[in-house]
């Protein structure tokens, strides 16, 4: 059952951009299971979230071997160039900058990603270049 919850979860959070309080009642009452169970699993997972978030999510990697790689540079990067700290969308609804924890690739750090594509051995420069590609 969690894994159908999981993956209706999933496809909410992909068609809206987050899972709005009223999802999460709809999706209790059709599973008949309680509504706090589903926003319990609906926190779990970092890749999911219950705040109306921006058109792209950038995600970057503060663990300590992407830290020890270089990420605080990269860190400081994102953050200079989207003008966002952690958790903060953009005025215009375009991004949403958010930190994680280990993404799992940890040989080619620092990683980040923006929306589902990951990027490694990422640098200050290359950074801006991925947040000014055309999106
Ligand atoms: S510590 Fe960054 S991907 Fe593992």
Redesign the pocket.
């Known amino acids: 059952m969690n894994n159908d919850l999981v993956a209706q979860l999933r496809e909410i959070n992909q068609r809206l951009g987050y899972i709005p309080r009223a999802e999460i009642e709809k999706l209790a009452r059709e599973m008949r299971v309680p509504a706090a169970k589903v926003l319990g699993v609906a926190t779990f997972y970092s890749l999911f979230s219950v705040k109306p978030r921006g058109k792209h999510v950038v995600r970057f ?1 503060e ?4 830290h020890v790689a270089g990420g605080q540079a990269v860190y400081d990067a994102i953050r200079t160039t989207l003008q966002l700290e952690p958790g903060q969308t953009s005025a215009d609804g375009k991004w949403t900058f958010e930190v994680t924890s ?5 040989g080619v ?3 980040m990603m923006v929306d589902d594509e990951v990027y490694g051995n990422v640098t200050p420069e290359r950074v801006v270049e991925i947040l000014t590609a055309d999106r």
Not at 63 to 66: E, S, V
Not at 102 to 106: A, E, N, S, V
Request: glycine content about 16%; hydrophobic content about 30%.
């Open positions: 990697c663990d300590a071997p992407c280990c993404l799992g690739i940890c750090g620092p990683v």
